[in-house]
């Protein structure tokens, strides 16, 4: 392999400095590693000179984090990002057919949150691997303080967009995240924060939990196609009389049977990420990290269809069920405020208690960040989480209809799900004589 890194920065820079909300604050140890894989290449000039037209407007991405009096802010500086250029000797299909194996700096140059913070390093990271086959990948690292998936992808459009010769849509970059929130929230009656505060007894039962057992966990792929998850939707709605969405479906589907298999009995929670920036109105265009979760009750005593009811009746009521933005910094305030950020956790990470934790990437465009002529032809999360029971959803490659759900589970657990009498279980709405895509069926990695 031959490789050379830079930095690349914005062709125009306004100074600003950006102070983060208090959940910005939450994620200030969480790195979000992403990987695109093309079929195709693009000449790395193409790329670079893009992107720094679309930093100017984006300069967050571009800036540093530091601390001023206790909080976290971004100062959009424009000292840029770190860009790595890579060639690899082996193909495309073979990178792929390897994937959950090899090492991930193979593809992404990992961030370190804490350095980022400490050192005022850079914020993100893009590698540009060439493979010999012709095909490329654009492995991306960024600090999670800076922003969501939907801020990400805004950027992402935005390169694309330039590449491509095309206008792009102008960001929302606001000064004071939490005060801007606050000015736009309609208040409202729900008191129960989004976070819970970790006694000294509960941080080191934690600490332990994610240098022992939580070490012990395996990585699990499966695959839906379009045609079994419309078949799951139909069954869902059938036996709830109610109008479900697919994700409300293999959510509810996959949390039963992961309760089931692991033969826990006491309370567990599912729990779902969600962007509601659409939810209370704010505008699509905005930076930052405007998600939250959306827990329900997933013991292996409720059942499956009561689980995805509950789930769209959280979010269709989101304002009024879970937009608990002032009772969470009210509570973080009353137990010490951002001095003590590192001692609260989201409600929705809770390894001890087996919360299984899925955020959903589908529907963001992934597939719409096309440069020239080439077009992702799979997207995948490329990070590995401290502790078991985080899992995400992505589409399919090339985005064919279906769906693929990777899991972090403990190995026992893990091991248990890949027998052929779970396996059955998991792929209960697939139709007996489907044919699975040519590709599916090769990889090892995916049930």
């Not at 012990?216 to 709605?237: G, T």
């Not at 959803?393 to 403990?410: D, H, K, Q, R, V």
């Amino acid at each position: 392999m031959k490789s050379e890194t830079f930095m690349v920065q914005s062709n125009h820079h306004i100074q600003q400095v950006i102070t983060c909300g208090i959940i910005d604050q939450l994620f200030a140890n969480l790195p979000i590693s992403v990987v695109f894989f093309y079929k195709e290449s693009v000449e790395s000039n193409i790329l670079t000179d893009s992107l720094k037209i679309v930093l100017s407007d984006f300069s967050i991405f571009a800036g540093r984090l530091k601390k001023i009096n206790n909080n976290l802010c971004i100062d959009a500086n424009n000292q840029g990002i770190i860009f790595s250029i890579t060639k690899d000797d082996s193909s495309l299909d073979h990178v792929i057919e390897d994937l959950p194996k090899i090492k991930k700096e193979r593809l992404v140059n990992l961030i370190n949150p804490q350095k980022v913070i400490s050192n005022q390093s850079p914020v993100m990271t893009i590698k540009l691997t060439y493979f010999a086959c012709g095909g490329m990948s654009l492995g991306i690292s960024w600090h999670h303080s800076i922003g969501d998936m939907h801020t990400f992808m805004q950027l992402m459009k935005a390169w694309s967009n330039s590449v491509n010769g095309k206008k792009y849509a102008a960001p929302l970059i606001v000064e004071e995240r939490d005060l801007y929130l606050q000015e736009k929230l309609k208040d409202n009656n729900n008191t129960i924060p989004s976070v819970r505060y970790l006694s000294i007894k509960e941080l080191f039962k934690l600490i332990f939990y994610i240098f022992s057992s939580g070490q012990n966990k395996f990585l699990l792929q499966f695959y839906f196609s379009k045609n079994e998850l419309n078949n799951m939707k139909q069954a869902f709605l059938e036996n709830t009389k109610k109008s479900l969405s697919i994700n409300d479906a293999l959510c509810a589907h996959l949390s039963s049977i992961i309760s089931e298999v692991d033969q826990y009995h006491k309370e567990r929670y599912l729990s779902i990420i969600i962007n509601y920036r659409s939810r209370i109105e704010l505008p699509e265009n905005l930076l930052g990290n405007f998600i939250s979760t959306i827990n329900v009750a997933a013991s292996d005593t409720v059942n499956v269809f009561q689980i995805a009811k509950d789930l769209r009746e959280s979010i269709n009521n989101f304002q009024e069920l879970n937009m608990n933005f002032f009772s969470t910094q009210k509570y973080i305030e009353e137990k010490g405020g951002t001095k003590k950020i590192n001692r609260f956790v989201s409600e929705g990470i809770n390894p001890l208690k087996r919360t299984l934790f899925i955020t959903s990437w589908v529907n963001f465009g992934i597939y719409d960040i096309i440069f020239e002529q080439s077009k992702p032809f799979y997207f995948s999360y490329f990070g590995e989480p401290p502790f078991p029971w985080i899992s995400a959803m992505t589409e399919e490659f090339s985005n064919n209809g279906g769906l693929i759900y990777s899991a972090y589970l403990p190995s026992k657990l893990a091991k248990n799900l890949k027998q052929n009498e779970n396996l059955q279980r998991i792929h209960k709405y697939r139709d007996q004589k489907e044919v699975m895509p040519e590709l599916v069926r090769k990889l090892e990695w995916l049930y």
